[in-house]
């Protein structure tokens, strides 16, 4: 009572400031991210608790990625305040000023890898690429590495790969290669290109979202592949014949930027700053497998400890795994994406 | 208004050559008429078609920094993948268009010899996959085509083949999906041309001695070839669009036009890049529009001159 009491109070504080603005304008953002079970996650962890503190609503819409957010700004019609995106697309577009300037003062950096830290973009979640390989073909004997993977011999089986994202392919192409983790990184593109050549021809599907990697796993389309850990968790907990580990698993974060030209810009920033706080970000695991980009989180307690090992962003997990770096997929992509669909194509 | 005095003129100078600048002025008058009529339309296709299309060749002409360049184009000459897609492209819609003629043809022409009661039930049969969505139908072959999907695994059990048949994740099963999905469209106007040919036609051609064989081949098959002709034109350029069967049913190694468009469009930063595929394929689809008209002649392609 007190409470809708207090709101009311507010609106009309509102009205009376400032008759031209609209006082329901004023206390709501709009949010995109990639919609399905992520968001609904999202919608627990960070959205309705952010907009229970703020005193404020929260409107949700969902977003394809980058060409969204080009469209919008260059078009002049930003309909968003927040939206998410892959840590390359935020590089991205970073670098074509896409973006309003984050202000630090209000969003605490301290817990988020300095890497996914920017003047316009910050780092909110990871996905991480893992192998996943059937139990019924493999036993518990399945491929554990990617060089494993690369091994026919050993390991005949069908096999399926990422051929939309250039970036996690050719990461694990590296690794496969026999480079250490903490040295994937600069890529170098043609050393992995010939390893995915390799491979090429042994690839019975090249998956283009992740829906369909998990329909190929399956359904027993393919034997392993690659695939998104939530996918691969989700497959899991359904009962599917699977393994799969977080060793030399491809760490790939998200970000959320505030669109340039946004209309609720201050807002939008104290409401990012609520997502990436420890307190919120420890609430993600609770409810999907995409685990926090604050690792402060960890040390909330609000994680349960037998949680915390299946969490790809947990300090222990982050080890294995090799950190994609934006930046130099920024610089990169586009001839790395040209030329690795020449090859996949061939 | 002007149509009614148009033909109150007409009847009151039927000896018209004396009122032949009369009736100029007339006929003028009415096709000016006509054109005020037409200019809502006009309009609309103007707005609506010419404009963006003019955009999107002009948007085409810009590379990344904003300069004119022929960049968006020579792209495709510098990286083999893209004149792949070109050359996937219209294999599959080639192949695809074919299927669709085999099964269409012979469905299309039991169709039209059928009661007018028992056809419209089997009409309703070819329309109904019409209300399901594209998407719902292509999963639905990818159940039934995977390794271990249904067809694999009966044939598998009735010891047809001791291995499954690729016919998921390949060129195969994205024909099959999209031969599904088309089929409508090349067998409702075939249909409904067949549904004109006269009768007496195919009689009188019997009664003057002609085989059955005979009749179809000289008779019938000419007679049908507008409506498979604009059926055949539909489809196939419908297939050189098409995104969702091809991006589910390819296992990635189909990739079609429509494919590398949305792929581009999110790669590059500017739209030019996108919008020179979009350009490519519109100028492709007109060249072969205007290919089948004039291989085919004004009367077999229907999509102009039904009338």
Same mark, same amino acid.
């Given at each position: ?55 404020i ?29 892959g ?16 202000? %630090? ?26 192998l996943?390989?059937r ?9 554990? $590495?990617w ?12 096999r ?6 250039? $970036? ?8 496969a ?53 939530g ?9 599917a ?33 609520k ?11 609770? %409810?999907?497998?995409?685990g ?25 997990n ?10 130099f ?18 | ?10 009847a ?22 006509? #054109? ?6 006009? #309009?609309?296709?103007?707005a ?17 920094? +904003?300069?004119?360049?022929? &960049? ?7 990286? &083999?993948? /893209? ?18 003629? @085999? ?11 059928l ?7 089997? @009409?309703? #049969? ?6 399901t ?13 995977q ?11 009735? !010891? ?14 994205v ?15 075939? /249909?409904a ?5 006269? =009768?007496?036609?195919?009689?009188? !051609?019997?009664?003057?001695g002609?085989?059955? =064989? ?6 019938? #098959? ?11 034109v ?22 079609m036009?429509?494919?590398?468009m ?10 030019? &890049?996108g &919008?020179?595929?979009?350009?490519v ?7 072969? @529009? +205007? ?10 392609? +229907? ?5």
């Open positions: 009572m007190t409470k809708r009491l207090c709101i009311h109070g507010l609106a009309i504080a509102g009205l009376l400031a400032s008759a031209t603005v609209p006082a329901s304008a004023a206390d709501t953002i709009t949010v995109a991210s990639w919609g399905g079970t992520y968001q609904e996650a999202q919608t627990k962890a960070f959205f309705d608790p952010t907009a229970k503190e703020l005193g609503t929260i409107k949700q819409d969902t977003t394809n990625g980058l060409d969204d957010v080009r469209l919008q700004v260059t078009g002049n019609a930003v309909k968003w305040d927040i939206t998410e995106l840590a390359d697309e935020c590089a991205r577009g970073s670098k074509e000023g896409l973006f309003e300037k984050l202000d %630090y003062n209000v969003i605490d950096k301290t817990g988020i890898n300095p890497k996914l830290v920017h003047d316009d973009w910050v780092g909110i979640s990871y996905t991480s690429v893992v996943i390989y139990t019924d073909v493999f036993g518990d004997k399945g491929p554990k $590495t060089a494993d993977f690369w091994d026919v011999q050993k390991f005949p089986g069908r399926a790969l990422s051929g939309s994202q250039a $970036t996690e392919t050719l990461s694990v192409a590296a690794l290669k026999g480079i250490p983790i903490d040295k994937v990184y600069p890529v170098d593109i043609d050393g992995a290109l010939q390893s995915v050549d390799k491979v090429k021809g042994h690839i019975d599907a090249w998956w283009t979202s992740g829906a369909q990697a998990m329909q190929l796993v399956k359904d027993g389309e393919v034997d392993m592949a690659s695939i998104w850990n996918r691969a968790g989700t497959l899991k907990k359904s009962g014949p699977v393994s799969f580990s977080f060793d030399q698993g491809v760490l790939t974060a998200d970000c959320m930027v505030i669109p340039k030209g946004s209309k609720n810009k201050d807002l939008a920033m104290k409401a990012l700053a997502f990436v706080s420890p307190d919120l970000q420890a609430n993600l695991p609770l %409810y999907v497998d995409n926090p980009a604050n690792e402060k989180a960890f040390e909330t307690g609000k994680i349960p400890p037998e949680r915390i090992k299946d969490i790809n962003s947990s300090p222990e982050v080890k294995k795994q090799v950190l994609q770096d934006p930046a997929w920024r610089d990169t992509l586009v001839e790395a994406t040209e030329k690795f669909n020449n090859l996949i194509q061939q | 208004m002007s149509l009614a005095s148009a033909s109150l003129d007409h009151s100078h039927r000896d018209g050559v004396i009122n032949a600048d009369a009736l100029r002025a007339d006929a003028r008058r009415e096709s000016r008429g006509m #054109f005020a009529l037409l200019s809502p339309g006009l #309009f609309l296709v103007f609506v078609i010419i404009v963006p299309i003019g955009w999107l060749f002009w948007l085409s002409l810009f590379d990344e920094s +904003g300069q004119l360049s022929a &960049a968006n184009y020579a792209r495709f000459f510098d990286q &083999a993948s /893209y004149i792949k897609t070109f050359v996937t492209t219209f294999k599959v819609a080639f192949t695809v268009t074919g299927a669709c003629v @085999l099964l269409g043809y012979p469905l299309a022409y039991m169709l039209s010899q009661p007018r009661r028992a056809a419209s039930i089997c @009409l309703i #049969f070819v329309i109904l996959p019409f209300w969505s594209v998407l719902v139908r292509t999963y639905a072959w990818l159940v039934i085509l390794r271990k999907g249904l067809v694999n695994t009966w044939l598998m059990d009735l !010891g047809v083949i001791s291995q499954p048949l690729p016919l998921a994740n390949n060129f195969a099963g024909v099959i999906g999209m031969t599904h999905i088309m089929l409508p469209f090349l067998v409702l106007p075939l /249909y041309s067949m549904k004109t040919i006269d =009768a007496d036609c195919l009689r009188a !051609g019997m009664n003057l002609a085989s059955p =064989a005979a009749t179809f081949r000289q008779i019938f #098959f000419p007679l049908s070839l507008p409506g498979l002709a604009s059926g055949l539909i489809v196939f350029v419908l297939c050189l669009g098409f995104f969702v069967t091809p991006a589910l049913m390819g296992g990635g190694k189909v990739i036009w429509a494919m590398r949305e792929q581009t469009t999110s790669l590059y930063s500017n739209w030019g &890049a &919008a020179a595929l979009g350009v394929l519109l100028a492709v689809t007109l060249a072969l @529009l +205007g290919l089948f008209h004039w291989l085919l002649g004004t009367r077999a392609t +229907g999509v102009w001159s039904e009338r």
